[in-house]
Structure formats: structure tokens, C-alpha cells
């Protein structure tokens, strides 16, 4: 079912009803035609992958043959040794007391079972797993075969896939929605002139992912940054005290033992790493309004738990409004209690224009949303406004890979190859549409044009430090680090020269190398005695390294292919006589690291 529209006005519904559905057609008529392309035989793929899954059943049941004889093997192994335990035991046994019966029949009884276990591991055990495992090589070299024929047969379905397919496929499906080939220096320039996005360089932040675009003119980026922070952890040391007491017992004196476990515990600063995806989005909707909101968990709550929690949180809201009102704040509570509680947002600083953006039908949408249980993710977003820059924060979005290189769709077996295509972007499909649902689901952000932009003429780079980041967080992390660095690393970067579709930036790992200590604690034990614990702790001390990296951009060429593009940035690498190993294809960038 084809749909022409230019909007979304109930996401939860329309995902449910056109676009689940749609896209999946999408995908699957895309596949097939990358099939039809490729002419590669699908019956003979087909009759060659059931040979290989047969014989992979067959090579099961040998293992399970070869582990039950080995098992067996096994057994009788210990009962020989057990067998001559008891022989050698009953001979030393003879020595000492002379021919005991009891000693005479266990030594002869223990010849006759390790004669007949030695037997029975010689002349029946050894033989049968030496033909199972003839047996098993022989089908671990028939199936490596088949496979690699079964790889030559795909080969030519798997040289068609490229970067970039799901991007495509999600526009088809949603084409208001449209996403870049590339995070440009342009685009930046414009979140941060026309929208007043913030763009300062966290040394604390490193971008793993991001893919930028707009809706309807208006610019958003979807980001994965790997995030720093200097906490704390707790380190233990402890030792056991040991003591004596003197008591009368029934006139007697009576010594008491007594023992004592003393423990010390310590905070010393300890880095953590944790990602933490989230979309930005720039519209010149309520142009003044800023406030936060946290998700509510609301999708799994029932309904009567979510109405004993309005009912609950209204009143507090209620008396917070009334207070805001006396100090001459503007904030007022909606009249549809179940929004203002689940949603939130009481930090906000614009009555107006949140009640202008937030309309009833706004409210509904978002509702829906938050409470679903079974189409998307449920509440699982944060959300701030600044002015015109909103972020939403989905918790899904950490639980998928959207950065996936052609080889991931690479296979030998076409059904299987097909089943993954299509559940890999369906999912891709899923995570971003409920990523941009929140939006979505407010009208006066679709229905917002943005102003005209001019841009300037000439830029630092050609893309801009978000895709740099990727870029070199995808290269080989142990390329950046500082050698002694023991921990993750955060990637900066900076701009030395742009020239001729190429970026040379300068990169910074900021990492830590650790050493251990240990501090001492003195504490009261129960022996009235103060004594000294130690403590080991490790020490994490800053560390960094610089490398320039080369970012090669694939021009925009019409006439050509975007393989074309590819290997003639290989082949001019190839001139500059940098060794192929060296370079990375990442999307539309080849990049190598040319000092480190």
C-alpha cells in the first residue's frame, strides 16, 4: 500500500497500519531485485545448501559418537588405573602378612579387569573412533567444499550490496524523511547559525555514529557517543585479628579465643565509559520554550496503576502551579492531568508556546506513544528543548547497530541471506521511525518550514568533527592509544588541512594508565588494640597520544558508480604508494592513518 502523503499525523497508528508493512515490501522487492541482478541460480544454491545442512546433521551425529566412544574410553581408563591401585595394593598387602586369600584373589581379579579393559580400549574402543573421526574429517572437508562453492555461487549477489542500503530504504518508505550520504560541515553550520545548536568539543564525548538529514527542510542528526566520566569505586581490604580472654568457670579460670574480621573500605577515582545515542533536531517551532522530561515508564504500567499515579502526582503538581503563580512564574497545569504527569516537562519556561506546540491532538499522539506495549518501545525517551534545538534520548536506540559495512549482509546461503536482509531492515527501520516518533507525533514540527539559509563559501573540512570521530573510532582503537593506556579511549579531533576531497585531521586518545597502590587504615578492633589494614587500590593517571589520519571523500560524480568512486580512491592511494592494509573503506570515506 503506497501512500503520498507529506506527513505523519499518527505515528503509532500509520506505523501500525502503513508503514510496517510498506517497508517490508520495500525490502523484500529490493532484495529480489538485487537477486535478479546478480542471475545468480537460486534452485542450485538451494539443492547445495541442503547437501550442506544434511551432511552437517551427519557430522553431528559422528561428534555425538566420537564424545559417547571418548566418554567411554574415558571411563575405562580410570577403571584400569583403579584396577592396577588395587593389584599394586594387594601385592604390598602379600609382602606384609603373606598369601592372604582375600589379598591373592583381589591382585588376580585386578589383572583380569585391566587385561580385559586394556582389551576392550585396544580392540574395540580405538578402532571405532579412529573410523568416526576418519569419518568426521572426511565430512569436515566435504562440507568446507560445498561452503566454498556455495560462496562462489552468492559471489555475485554479495559484490551488490553497498554502503548505505538501509538509508535508502527508509526513504523510500518515508521520503519527507531524508537521509544524508554524509555528516557535511555545511549542515553543522547550519544547526549552529540558524538554530543555535551548541557544537563544543567534549573531550569527555567521542562520536561512534551519526547520520545526518532533515525533515521538511528542517536539520536533525542521529548520534552514538561513547561517554567519559571520573567517578568513584569502592575498594575493600580486610584482615583477621585474633585475641584471648581470661574467664571463671565454676571456680576455674577459663581461656577464650576470639577472632575478628576488620574491614576497611575506600573511594578513589575510577573512569567510566558507557554510550548514549540520541537525535537532534532543529525547528523554529516555539522559538522561545525550553524544558526536560524524563521517560515515565509508562508502557509497563496498567492502566490503573497509570490512573493511581495521575491521581497522586496532579495534586503535588497542582500546589506547585499555585506557588509558581504567587512568585509570578507562568507555570500552569494543562487540563489533561494524565499528559501533565506522564510527560512531564514542569521545568518548562514558556507557558504559551508549550501549550502551542502540545495540542490536544499533540498530547493524544504522545500519549499513545508512551503507553504502547507492543508496536514500538514503549516511554523509553528523554526529551529536552533549548529554544529551537530539541534532543530526544531513546533508550532502543543503544540496543542496535546501525553502522553495519556491506559484508554484514554477505552469506552463502541465499534463504538465509534473504531472512536476515529483510529482519536487519525491518529492525533498522523500526528503531529509527520510533526514534523520530516523539517529533512526529507533534504537528506544528512538521508543518513548520525553515527560513532560507545562506551558506558560507568556503569551510574548514568537508565534513565536519562528528563524522571525523566515527570515522576513527571505526579504524583499529590500538592505532590511537597511548601504549600504556589500560583503559577505552576518547577520540578528538581537529582540522590540519582540507585539500582536493580530503580532510587531514590531527586525532587525540585521551585514555589511562593505571598503577597499583595500596593505603593504609588503622582501626579499634575488639581486642581494645588499634591495628592497620591495607587497602589495594589502582590508580588511573591521564594519558594521551596524537596521530593525523587521512579522510578521503568520495566525490560526487554522476557518471560514475559508487564502486568506481571507491577503487579510484584505492588506486590514486595505491600511487601514493600507501599500502592497501593500511586504509579502511568506511561508507563514503577511505581513510589511513598516515602518522602516528
Not at 562528528?466 to 571505526?474: A, K, L, P, S
Not at 591495607?534 to 566525490?555: G, T
Request: contains cysteine; negative net charge; proline residues 3%.
Amino acid at each position: 500500500m503506497e501512500t503520498d502523503s507529506r506527513y505523519i499525523d499518527a505515528p503509532l497508528d500509520q506505523y501500525k497500519s502503513i508503514y510496517k508493512d510498506l517497508h517490508d515490501q520495500h525490502v523484500k522487492t529490493y532484495f529480489d531485485e538485487l537477486v535478479e541482478k546478480s542471475q545468480v541460480d537460486k534452485e542450485a544454491n538451494k539443492t547445495l545448501n541442503d547437501h550442506i545442512k544434511k551432511a552437517d546433521a551427519e557430522r553431528n551425529e559422528v561428534k555425538k559418537k566420537i564424545s559417547k566412544l571418548s566418554g567411554l574410553k574415558g571411563f575405562l581408563i580410570f577403571l584400569s588405573i583403579v584396577s592396577v591401585a588395587a593389584f599394586g595394593y594387594s601385592i604390598y598387602q602379600i609382602t606384609q602378612i603373606g598369601a592372604d586369600t582375600l589379598y591373592v584373589l583381589i591382585s588376580v581379579f585386578g589383572i583380569a579387569l585391566l587385561v580385559l579393559f586394556i582389551f576392550l580400549i585396544t580392540k574395540n574402543l580405538n578402532p571405532k573412533l579412529k573410523i568416526a573421526r576418519e569419518e568426521k574429517a572426511t565430512l569436515d572437508q566435504k562440507i568446507q567444499k560445498m561452503i566454498e562453492e556455495a560462496w562462489q555461487q552468492m559471489k555475485p549477489l554479495n559484490d551488490l550490496f553497498t554502503y548505505g542500503i538501509s538509508p535508502i530504504l527508509f526513504e523510500k518508505t518515508i521520503p519527507f524523511i531524508d537521509l544524508d550520504e554524509m555528516f557535511d560541515s555545511k549542515k553543522l553550520d547550519y544547526l549552529v547559525s540558524a538554530y543555535g545548536f551548541d557544537q563544543e568539543h567534549d573531550k569527555n564525548r567521542s562520536t561512534l555514529y551519526v547520520k545526518s538529514g532533515h525533515i521538511h527542510g528542517n536539520p536533525f542528526f542521529v548520534c552514538n557517543d561513547l561517554v567519559h566520566t571520573l567517578g568513584e569505586k569502592a575498594y575493600s581490604g580486610s584482615i583477621t585479628i585474633h585475641w584471648t580472654t581470661t574467664s571463671v568457670v565454676n571456680g576455674r579460670r577459663v581461656t577464650n579465643h576470639h577472632s575478628q574480621v576488620l574491614t576497611a573500605t575506600l573511594n578513589k577515582p575510577y573512569p567510566y565509559y558507557q554510550e548514549q545515542p540520541y537525535l537532534v533536531y532543529g525547528n523554529d517551532a516555539a522559538p522561545d520554550l525550553s524544558f526536560d522530561r524524563e521517560d515515565s515508564d509508562a508502557e509497563i504500567m496498567s492502566e490503573k496503576q497509570i490512573d493511581k499515579m495521575v491521581d497522586k502526582q496532579i495534586k503535588k503538581l497542582s500546589k506547585m502551579s499555585e506557588k509558581s503563580i504567587s512568585k509570578g512564574q507562568n507555570y500552569t497545569v494543562m487540563g489533561n492531568s494524565e499528559f501533565e504527569v506522564l510527560f512531564g516537562a514542569h521545568n518548562r519556561d514558556h507557558e504559551v508556546q508549550f501549550r502551542l506546540l502540545f495540542t490536544p491532538l499533540a498530547q493524544k499522539q504522545l500519549l499513545e506513544l508512551m503507553k504502547d506495549k507492543e508496536i514500538g518501545f514503549g516511554d523509553d525517551f528523554d526529551m529536552s528543548k533549548r529554544k529551537k534545538i530539541n534532543y530526544i534520548f531513546p533508550e532502543h536506540l543503544k540496543n542496535f547497530n546501525f553502522d553495519v559495512q556491506p559484508s554484514h549482509f554477505h552469506g552463502y546461503d541465499l534463504e538465509a541471506m534473504r531472512k536476515h536482509f529483510i529482519d536487519y531492515n525491518n529492525a533498522y527501520f523500526r528503531h529509527l521511525y520510533f526514534a523520530f516518533a516523539p517529533l512526529l507525533a507533534i504537528p506544528l514540527y512538521q508543518q513548520q518550514k525553515p527560513h532560507e539559509y545562506i551558506y558560507k563559501d568556503l569551510y574548514d573540512s568537508y565534513v565536519n568533527f562528528y563524522e571525523h570521530e566515527r570515522v576513527c573510532n571505526m579504524l583499529n582503537a590500538s592505532e590511537f592509544k597511548h601504549p600504556l593506556s589500560q583503559t577505552r579511549n576518547i577520540l578528538k579531533t581537529s582540522v590540519v588541512k582540507s585539500e582536493k576531497n580530503c580532510d587531514t585531521i590531527k586525532v587525540v586518545a585521551y585514555g589511562y594508565r593505571t598503577e597499583n597502590r595500596v593505603d593504609y587504615v588503622t582501626k579499634l578492633g575488639g581486642d581494645g588494640k588499634m591495628h592497620t589494614i591495607p587497602v589495594h587500590w589502582v590508580e588511573y593517571i591521564p594519558v594521551d597520544k596524537d596521530s593525523e589520519v587521512q579522510v578521503n571523500v568520495v566525490a560526487e560524480k554522476e557518471e560514475e558508480t559508487y564502486r568506481d568512486k571507491v577503487y579510484q580512491l584505492f588506486e590514486n592511494l595505491k600511487n601514493r604508494e600507501i599500502d592497501q592494509k593500511d586504509v579502511a573503506q568506511i561508507g563514503m570515506f577511505i581513510a589511513y592513518i598516515s602518522k602516528k
